[in-house]
């Protein structure tokens, strides 16, 4: 057994092990009411996840407009052991004077980290008097948790663990229909059959590892978009790239000549690669879409993955990718062989 097998199988079990088994930080998965108005005292509805709330001991929440300005919660119980009620009371209207904005809502959990939910709350601004001011932004002291974590990210939750699957699986596709096009390449010019079936067998694994990328994209699609497969264009170009592999399996089959076959073949793997690159990374990102990477929403971003998840997700290309190759190495082997028993 070659060294890069027992590597390929190490990394593998690594991803799944850690993947699986690595908790996800505290986060803010609820904020209530939504809209709330200058001048006046409101009681937020929070509801956390993963923190563990001792009747409201140990928190400290603001309410965050801009880089230079707060406002900190004045009292703060639990409702339930998932549940946290901030009080607040705010000033009649912005520093800067508009009428509405956003505010952030940070809720630091002692000795358990801190938690931020972005746009939490739509502040309207009043012409009442307040007494209440907006504070210099002065947040120091947070909590910070040392024990390895993953990110928590709203809706994603627990799902975001996928990332080492579905997204990792896309990569190693792409890595093994690369290798096809080189070894198609190769023997457009050598004409040599050994060439051919090591660039038929990496597209059958690439093409493989297309359909559980898919599958695993719509089991990530009913939790987080609400459907399975909801014609979203990142979806739809997917599918028509799979559609044109397809396309080259039948091809092959449909001719007897393995020079025949080997030379049209080749030619029309080259093809496929060549508008496979426009379907899934130019035309997604020339519209709008739910899938990360597609309308200006970039994909991969500090938004997505933290130093923790990025021990994780890139040995878990090599790893997918080392598998592919490993499979591919066997099937191209079969191949072969009946190359050899039809010259014999």
Known sequence: MKWWKILAIVIILYVHIAGLLIPIGIGI?????????????????????????????????WLKYDDDHLITSKRIFSEAPTKLMAEFILPASLPDGKKGSDLSL???????????????????????????????????????????????????????????????????MMILLTGAVVFAI??????????????????????????????????????????????????????????????????????EDPYKKSRISSIFNIFAFIALIPLLYILPRMSESLHPGSGGNPALGGEDLDSTMRMIFYPAVIGWALVGLWMSEILSKYKTVKILSLKS
């Open 106 to 172: 940070i809720i630091d959990f002692e000795d358990q980290g801190t938690a931020v939910s972005p746009g939490a709350v739509y502040y309207t601004g009043t012409e009442k008097s307040s007494v209440e001011e907006w504070m210099p932004l002065e947040l120091s002291d947070l909590s910070v948790v040392a024990n390895l974590h993953f990110p928590y990210r709203s809706i994603l939750i627990e799902t975001i663990r996928n990332t080492y699957f579905h997204v990792s699986l896309w990569l190693s």
């Open 186 to 255: 190769r023997n457009l010019r050598s004409k040599n059959l050994l060439d051919d079936s090591r660039s038929s067998a990496l597209t059958e694994v690439g093409f493989l590892f297309g359909i559980f990328g898919v599958t695993t994209g719509m089991i990530w699609a009913e939790y987080t978009w609400g459907k399975a497969w909801s014609w979203d264009i990142k979806q739809i170009t997917t599918a028509i790239a799979l559609l044109i592999y397809s396309a080259y399996f039948l091809l092959r089959n449909s001719m």
């Open 29 to 61: 998965n609820s904020v209530s009411p939504y809209q709330v108005t200058g001048g006046e005292k409101v009681n937020l509805n929070i509801g956390t996840y993963n923190a563990d709330i001792k009747n409201g001991e140990g928190v400290r929440a």
